[in-house]
């Protein structure tokens, strides 16, 4: 039996990667639009050698604040002009072990809930993000669960 039966139908031997998570899938009328991707849990110990989750090739997995803020404290994220929403998550981040320690659990506090709200940043702060990134596909999680995607 050769290894271009078990191909699915239309695809092409050698074409993609087979680690890839895909980007579409084809729908029939009353189907739900999220792909199947978005039910795929990244398995966080693969990692680059800036210590960011990338377990596919089109997609980054930021698995907490202290990932977020890697990807965040680049020059070509700053350099941007970026959102305030990310500078303000920046310099929350940045405060949470300076100051008092009865108050750090604040300062946490209120930095995840910054980290919370980054699936409201503009489309274009999210493009330029993926683009500086150079993953087409972003995921957040926090404490285990994925709270946004762009």
Not at 36 to 42: D, G, V, W
Not at 65 to 92: C, H, M, Q
Request: net charge negative; charged share 25%.
């Amino acid at each position: 039996m050769s290894e271009e039966n078990f191909l699915p139908e239309g695809a092409e031997q050698g074409m993609g990667n087979p680690t890839d998570v895909p980007t579409e899938v084809p729908m029939e009328a009353g189907e739900a639009t999220e792909s199947p991707a978005s039910e795929i849990t990244p398995d966080f110990s693969v990692r680059d050698e800036r210590g960011l989750c990338r377990p596919f090739d089109n997609l980054l997995a930021i698995e907490n604040i202290d990932d977020f803020a890697k990807v965040a404290n680049t020059p070509d994220v700053i350099g941007f002009g970026s959102e305030r929403l990310i500078l303000n998550f920046l310099d929350a981040y940045n405060q949470i072990n300076k100051g008092c320690s009865c108050s750090r659990k604040k300062r946490i506090r209120v930095t995840e809930e910054m980290y919370l709200k980054m699936n409201d940043l503009p489309p274009n702060c999210k493009l330029h993000v993926k683009a500086v990134m150079s993953s087409p596909h972003i995921w957040l999680y926090h404490n285990g669960a994925k709270f946004a995607e762009f």
